[in-house]
């Protein structure tokens, strides 16, 4: 059985998706929201690049023995580079950093 083919990761997939419909949905009224959203919001986004993470993770293992989850890594390893990237872990970790500072700047807001 493919990787995609597995019940769990087709949950994994669906989970991801649904988590970024949520952000998504969310990050067109940042401009009104109050400090607590947006840190709810800075949160939420975190969530998703850690359910993100973890599926790259699994994806890496499955590439080794997986032909269809090797080109998928592939084409995201070649993306991640195309954008100065050294893989997708070093970008996910680059947009937390971000993200993190965001949060950070919302806390020193009187």
Not at 36 to 65: M, P, T, V
Not at 67 to 87: N, P, S, V, W
Not at 93 to 108: H, I, K, P, S
């Amino acid at each position: 059985m493919s990787f995609f083919d597995s019940e769990q990761v087709q949950e994994n997939l669906n989970d991801i998706f649904h988590t970024y419909q949520q952000v998504a949905m969310v990050t067109s009224q940042l401009a009104e929201m109050t400090k607590e959203e947006k840190l709810e919001h800075i949160d939420g986004c975190k969530q998703l690049i850690e359910k993100q993470k973890n599926f790259y993770f699994r994806l890496s293992l499955a590439a080794k023995e997986d032909e269809e989850a090797k080109e998928m890594r592939e084409r995201i390893h070649q993306l991640t580079k195309a954008f100065g990237f050294k893989d997708l872990m070093d970008c996910m970790d680059a947009m937390v950093v971000t993200l993190e500072q965001a949060a950070q700047q919302e806390l020193d807001r009187p």
